[in-house]
């Protein structure tokens, strides 16, 4: 009996050093994975960067020399590095991320002024789709600050990330609201779009990187997979929690929650 137990130990001893050295081994592949990804991002960024600048020179200053065929040569040129730049400055900010090399700079940020501050930001892309952006604050005055302790321009790319989401999923003549409800010791922003809902079997792919759900944009707009996934990131990294709510046919409601007197 003795020896039994003894050989079990011991086979349970070496399955916990292979399994330490396999995670070991993950460990070491996901951070040359990040690597690598974060050499060619940076190295993509700047020839994308030359491209976009010169297709947007050519149609601004040069349109009236091109035929019609030529402009939508340079917009299709324009459009596509304007997304793959996109693309690779998200893959920058993942693989800073996941590295564990996410540095956040807090301060007071007054939550209330800054949801405005984004929804004028974004007022230009839901314009040009006749939506609406309207913010309120659920539970005291308007004008009154809503202060956490948090990184504003890692916040701020939180916002935008929500908003351009809940516009490029709405139809025309929707509305996307913002709401901000404070307790003692939490803030939570709620995002709610009326657009086409996401199927609940879908949800769980949302917050992770490359995730794509059945639901396609209301005017074709691209979609890298990791704005969300850096959302829940970034949130997490201050303390927070992201959460989703979404009813097919009605729409969606994407929050995050972040601590109050969260220390510096």
Known sequence: MMDELTRINNELANLQRDLAKKNAELVSLNADKNRFLGMAAHDLRGPLGVILSYSSFLEDEAGHLLDDEQKEFVTTIKTTSRFMLQLVEELLDV??????????????????????????????????????IECAVANGDAASPVVVEADPGKIGQVFTNLL?????????????????????????????????????????????????????????????????AIVKRIVEGHGGHVHVESTP?????????????QPR
């Open 95 to 132: 693989t800073v991320i996941e590295s564990g090399h996410l540095v956040l700079e807090t301060e007071p940020v007054d939550l209330c002024a800054l949801t405005h501050r984004m929804a004028q930001m974004n007022s230009v892309l839901a314009t040009r789709k006749d939506i609406r």
């Open 164 to 228: 351009s989401n809940a516009i490029k999923f709405s139809p025309p003549g929707t509305k996307v609201s913002v709401a901000i409800r404070a307790d003692d010791d939490r803030a939570t922003v709620r995002v709610t779009d009326e657009g086409p809902g996401i199927p609940a079997d879908e949800l769980p792919k949302l917050f992770l990187a490359f995730g794509q759900t059945s639901v396609q944009p209301t005017d074709g707009e691209p979609s890298t997979g990791l704005g969300l």
């Open 249 to 261: 046919g009605v729409g969606s409601t994407f929050s995050f929650s972040l601590p109050r007197n």
